[in-house]
C-alpha cells in the first residue's frame, strides 16, 4: 500500500557540509556548484532547492535546512494558472513539472511565492542548466516528472548515485529499520538524504517521522520548540530550540537567529513575549511590502 513519506533533518547532526546541497544540484542539473560570489550556498535561489543555514548571527550551529515543507494543503499548487505545481497526494511531494511553468506569461503574477507562508518558496528564475527561460525550482523530495517520463529518486537524467539497498531490496531508515521492507517507497532515496555523511537527514513514512520526533524516549519533547514542521518535512533537535526556517531574506538573516538565540539564552522565558511580538509585526511588515513590490512588478510585466 502506498506510504506518504517525509524528511526528517536531525539538526543536532548536521556538520553543514553541504554535501547534501551539492548532490542536490548535480542531481537536477541547476546552475553553478559554487557561486560567483565564492560564499557557499548562503540563501535559497533560483539556482538553489535546498541550503544548509546557521540559525546564529555567528556561523556555528545549530544548522537548520531551509527548503520547501511540502504542505498538505500547498497554496502554490492550487494557485498557478499552467497546473505546473502538483502535490502527489500519494507520497506527499509536492512537484513542479518545468514543462509547464512559465513565469514570464502575463498570466502568472507569480502567486505561488506570494503565497507561501512556510517554506518562502519556490525560487523563480533561469536555475537550471536545461531550460534557459525563468521557471520556477524547490525541493520536490526527487520525485516529479520531467518531458513526459516519470522517475523517481532520480534527477533528470537519473544520475542519483545507486548503492545495494540493505534490506529487502530497500533502503533502511534508521528510524524504524524493521519496518524497510514493508515500505516500497524506500526502494530510493532523496538525493540530500542518500548523500549525507553525517546521517543527519531521515527519509521515512509520515506516520514513522512525527511518531518518532513525538516519542519522549527521543529527547525532543523538552521544549516545543525542539521540533517542528508539517506536510513532508520536518525537523527535531534534542540539544537547540530553534526558528521555523523560512526562506525570506528578512526571516533567514534578522527574524530566525533573533529568534534562535532569544530562545538559547539564559533570559529565554522573560524576553520571549516582547520579542516575539515585535519580530512578528517586523515580519508582517515585511511581507506586506515584499508582496506589493512583487504585485508592483507583475503588473508592470503586463
Known amino acids: 500500500m502506498p506510504n506518504e513519506m517525509a524528511i526528517l533533518q536531525l539538526v543536532d547532526k548536521c556538520v553543514r557540509c553541504n554535501g547534501c546541497v551539492i548532490s542536490c544540484k548535480r542531481t537536477w542539473h541547476m546552475k553553478g556548484i559554487v557561486p560567483s560570489n565564492d560564499l557557499p550556498h548562503q540563501r535559497l535561489a533560483e539556482n538553489q532547492r535546498v541550503v544548509i543555514k546557521s540559525q546564529k548571527r555567528v556561523d556555528m550551529g545549530p544548522f537548520v535546512r531551509f527548503s520547501c515543507w511540502h504542505c498538505e494543503n500547498p497554496p502554490c499548487a492550487g494557485r498557478c494558472p499552467f497546473k505546473a ?3 502527489n497526494t500519494v507520497t506527499g511531494a509536492v512537484w513542479i513539472d518545468p514543462n509547464l511553468c512559465n513565469p514570464d506569461d502575463p498570466k502568472c503574477v507569480r502567486q505561488c511565492k506570494i503565497d507561501c ?3 518562502g518558496v519556490p525560487m523563480i528564475g533561469v536555475g537550471s542548466d536545461l ?3 525563468a521557471k520556477a525550482w524547490k525541493c520536490t523530495l526527487c520525485t516529479g516528472t520531467y518531458t ?3 522517475y523517481v529518486g532520480a534527477g533528470v537524467g537519473g544520475d542519483l548515485p545507486t548503492k545495494s539497498p540493505v534490506v529487502g531490496g530497500n533502503f533502511v531508515s534508521p528510524l524504524y529499520p524493521a519496518d524497510a521492507t514493508n515500505i516500497p ?3 530510493h532515496q532523496p538525493s540530500c538524504v542518500y548523500t549525507c555523511p553525517a546521517k543527519a537527514m531521515v527519509y521515512d513514512t509520515r506516520e514513522n517521522v512525527i511518531k518518532y520526533i513525538l516519542d519522549p524516549a527521543n529527547g525532543f519533547n523538552t521544549s516545543t520548540s525542539s521540533r517542528f514542521g508539517d506536510g513532508s518535512m520536518f525537523w527535531a533537535s534534542a540539544k537547540f530550540n530553534v526558528a521555523p526556517p523560512k526562506a525570506d531574506p528578512f526571516m ?3 527574524i530566525s537567529p533573533m529568534v534562535s538565540s532569544l530562545l538559547s539564552s539564559p533570559f529565554a522565558k522573560a524576553a520571549l513575549a516582547p520579542t516575539l511580538v515585535v519580530g512578528g509585526l517586523l515580519a ?6 515584499k508582496m506589493e513590490e512583487e504585485a508592483s512588478m ?5
Open 148 to 150: 513526459g517520463a516519470p
Open 252 to 254: 533567514e538573516d534578522h
Open 298 to 302: 507583475a503588473g508592470g510585466e503586463r
Open 284 to 289: 508582517l511588515a515585511a511581507r506586506r511590502a
Open 185 to 187: 517507497e524506500l526502494e
Open 85 to 87: 505545481i502538483k502535490k
Open 131 to 133: 531550460f534557459a527561460t
Open 117 to 119: 507562508q512556510r517554506g
